[in-house]
């Protein structure tokens, strides 16, 4: 399934078109944007917790191990 997404603001202009031109296509679902703000802006202040509000980035990577490869047997 495919969402085809209009935003809000061109909805009247879009929506109409894009349902028309995705008519036969039932694998394309056309909708429009309801979000009215960022969900991570609300999250911290849901709890007024200004720790909250930030956010952390982290490197998920393995380190990896220190020190040298064994040498390969040679067969």
Known sequence: MIYCVVPRPLVDELYPKLVDHYRDNENVTVIVDRRTADRRGRAGSRNGDPARQQ?????????????ELPALALP
């Not at 956010?55 to 020190?67: F, L, T, Y």
Request: charged share 55%; glycine share 8%; proline share 8%.
């Open 55 to 67: 956010r952390i980035v982290r490197d998920r990577r393995r380190a990896r191990v220190p020190g």
